[in-house]
């Protein structure tokens, strides 16, 4: 994923609004994440921190949708890209658990069709190969990249499969779509390897892939703003990615690819919350047992340590570091899409996990780190795991603004009416700050040399949408 160059553009920070307030709010780590926004020319993002199996931090900052003027929230879905491929993780592991998948087994045994590497014909395939990357299936692109669509794809998971991996397969190249190692001998990134994987759950349950993840996944966790599908958003739910070019961000269509098992999946980081906490709990969230402790210490567990000593069960092991100087080894995945930057880690020895997600295209680990070191200066309340009873997608509950604007809309003067007054800032929809100024409890202010457009006016922990015509 491509570094980008600062340009000078200086992001929204939009306190929550919707399903949660942050625990322990850090004016410092707030302007650490706005600078890295900057730096990396990052429209939207959404932080999140779990400890102790509780949600000890939560921001959300910038656009989701800078033409339609829709902030980032914290219910705010993004593409996940390859942060997806631990939930096809989890799938998979929960047919293993139950003995309806043998991890080294020949996966041809559960296949309508047969996978081999041509060049090594006589060497099975297994499923662990699969997900620590050492099938010796590669990464076609030159036909994968024809299958994106704008929306949901419209070729099954099934049909992908049979496409790309079966002899008669149109997609089929012996050259191309395998490598020269024999399988289980080196390590190859696959993301064709993941969606075989997501397929094998889809063969052996007799479900529909993204039914199955519905069912024993996403309803035991109450991720609710999850889905497989942009059909199962509102995509105003949904933070639309961007591309930075040319000193401005350009927007992708919400797309879709049929190897959707690898990199499409779309959530928030509230549910996210769910998920890793189940994770850091032995598999537990609330009542629901998700995996067994024993399937998730084989997941986090270095599975082919003579090739690659940081790769377990489809998450894997990356370095963060400290404020003092230190280095921790965080299990996790990252992604990266067209206009899609996310990152997921969990330190089981002390019950921390991390999210971070962006709608644009840069390096999110600096933030990562800060995260990490802020998580482990905080203390528990003993709330326990979040509650069920959240708000779904399409559903938000917005409190009555704390400040009345009036007129709105206005062409050069608007009286802002607050319980106290403050500092008030006015922002264009990029984020610019556009006007600075203390005010009392009412106070007239003049923007007669503002350009016409929207705006956003922010008081405190308050903000409207402001109109100049």
Same mark, same amino acid.
């Given at each position: 994923m491509m570094i980008l160059k600062k340009l000078g553009f200086m992001?929204?920070?939009v306190p929550t609004m919707l399903l949660a307030q942050n625990p322990n709010p850090s004016p410092e780590l707030d302007a650490y994440i706005l600078d890295e926004m900057d730096y990396e020319n990052l429209p939207g993002m959404s932080t999140l921190i779990v400890k102790g199996g509780e949600i000890v931090w939560v921001e959300s900052y910038g656009m989701a949708d800078i033409e339609n003027n829709v902030p980032v929230s914290d219910n705010t879905a993004f593409l996940l890209a390859s942060v997806s491929k631990l939930f096809m993780a989890t799938a998979l592991m929960q047919l293993a658990e139950v003995g309806q998948i043998d991890l080294d087994e020949d996966i041809n045994t559960y296949l309508p069709f047969t996978v081999f590497n041509p060049n090594y014909p006589d060497n099975i395939i297994t499923s662990r190969m699969l997900m620590t990357h050492t099938s010796s299936i590669a990464d076609d692109w030159s036909s994968m990249d024809t299958h994106y669509t704008i929306g949901d794809p419209t070729i099954s998971l099934a049909d992908y499969m049979e496409m790309y991996f079966s002899v008669s397969g149109v997609d089929y190249d012996a050259q191309n779509n395998f490598n020269n190692d024999t399988p289980g001998s080196d390590f190859d990134y696959s993301n064709m390897a993941a969606d075989l994987a997501g397929y094998l759950v889809e063969v052996v349950s007799e479900e529909l892939f993204s039914e199955y993840s519905n069912t024993h996944v996403f309803d035991g966790l109450c991720m609710e703003n999850t889905s497989w599908y942009l059909s199962g958003f509102d995509t105003l739910d949904v933070a639309r990615p961007y591309d930075w070019q040319g000193g401005q961000f350009h927007p992708y269509s919400h797309f879709g690819f049929p190897g959707y098992t690898s990199g499409l999946l779309r959530s928030n980081v509230l549910d996210l919350a769910n998920f890793i906490i189940a994770y850091l709990q032995d598999g537990l969230f609330n009542d629901n047992q998700l995996l067994s402790a024993a399937t998730i210490d084989e997941m986090l567990t270095p599975q082919v340590p003579d090739i690659?000593?940081? /790769?377990?069960?489809? +998450?894997?092991?990356?370095?963060?570091?400290?404020?003092?100087?230190?280095?921790? @080894?965080? +299990?996790?995945?990252?992604g990266g899409e067209g206009g899609s930057t996310t990152e997921l880690y969990i330190n089981p020895d002390n019950q921390i996990g991390i999210v971070v997600l962006s709608n644009g295209e840069g390096e999110l680990l600096y933030v990562v780190d800060e995260l990490y @070191?802020?998580?482990?200066?905080?203390?528990?309340?003993?709330?326990?795991?979040?509650?069920?009873?959240?708000?779904?997608?399409?559903?938000?509950?917005? =409190?009555? =603004?704390?400040? /009345?604007?009036?007129?709105?809309?206005?062409?050069?003067?608007?009286t802002i009416e607050s319980e106290k007054g403050g500092l008030v800032i006015l922002y264009s929809i990029l984020g610019e700050q556009i006007l600075k100024q203390e005010v009392s409890s009412v106070e007239e202010i003049d923007v007669s040399g503002i350009e016409s457009g929207n705006y956003f006016l922010q008081l405190n922990n308050s903000r409207v949408k402001l109109v100049l015509q």
């Amino acid at each position: 994923m491509m570094i980008l160059k600062k340009l000078g553009f200086m992001l929204l920070f939009v306190p929550t609004m919707l399903l949660a307030q942050n625990p322990n709010p850090s004016p410092e780590l707030d302007a650490y994440i706005l600078d890295e926004m900057d730096y990396e020319n990052l429209p939207g993002m959404s932080t999140l921190i779990v400890k102790g199996g509780e949600i000890v931090w939560v921001e959300s900052y910038g656009m989701a949708d800078i033409e339609n003027n829709v902030p980032v929230s914290d219910n705010t879905a993004f593409l996940l890209a390859s942060v997806s491929k631990l939930f096809m993780a989890t799938a998979l592991m929960q047919l293993a658990e139950v003995g309806q998948i043998d991890l080294d087994e020949d996966i041809n045994t559960y296949l309508p069709f047969t996978v081999f590497n041509p060049n090594y014909p006589d060497n099975i395939i297994t499923s662990r190969m699969l997900m620590t990357h050492t099938s010796s299936i590669a990464d076609d692109w030159s036909s994968m990249d024809t299958h994106y669509t704008i929306g949901d794809p419209t070729i099954s998971l099934a049909d992908y499969m049979e496409m790309y991996f079966s002899v008669s397969g149109v997609d089929y190249d012996a050259q191309n779509n395998f490598n020269n190692d024999t399988p289980g001998s080196d390590f190859d990134y696959s993301n064709m390897a993941a969606d075989l994987a997501g397929y094998l759950v889809e063969v052996v349950s007799e479900e529909l892939f993204s039914e199955y993840s519905n069912t024993h996944v996403f309803d035991g966790l109450c991720m609710e703003n999850t889905s497989w599908y942009l059909s199962g958003f509102d995509t105003l739910d949904v933070a639309r990615p961007y591309d930075w070019q040319g000193g401005q961000f350009h927007p992708y269509s919400h797309f879709g690819f049929p190897g959707y098992t690898s990199g499409l999946l779309r959530s928030n980081v509230l549910d996210l919350a769910n998920f890793i906490i189940a994770y850091l709990q032995d598999g537990l969230f609330n009542d629901n047992q998700l995996l067994s402790a024993a399937t998730i210490d084989e997941m986090l567990t270095p599975q082919v340590p003579d090739i690659d000593d940081t /790769q377990g069960l489809n +998450w894997y092991t990356e370095e963060i570091y400290l404020s003092d100087g230190g280095v921790v @080894d965080l +299990w996790g995945h990252n992604g990266g899409e067209g206009g899609s930057t996310t990152e997921l880690y969990i330190n089981p020895d002390n019950q921390i996990g991390i999210v971070v997600l962006s709608n644009g295209e840069g390096e999110l680990l600096y933030v990562v780190d800060e995260l990490y @070191d802020y998580a482990l200066s905080l203390s528990t309340s003993g709330v326990g795991n979040p509650s069920c009873e959240g708000v779904s997608i399409g559903e938000t509950v917005v =409190p009555p =603004p704390a400040i /009345q604007v009036y007129p709105n809309p206005t062409r050069d003067t608007f009286t802002i009416e607050s319980e106290k007054g403050g500092l008030v800032i006015l922002y264009s929809i990029l984020g610019e700050q556009i006007l600075k100024q203390e005010v009392s409890s009412v106070e007239e202010i003049d923007v007669s040399g503002i350009e016409s457009g929207n705006y956003f006016l922010q008081l405190n922990n308050s903000r409207v949408k402001l109109v100049l015509q």
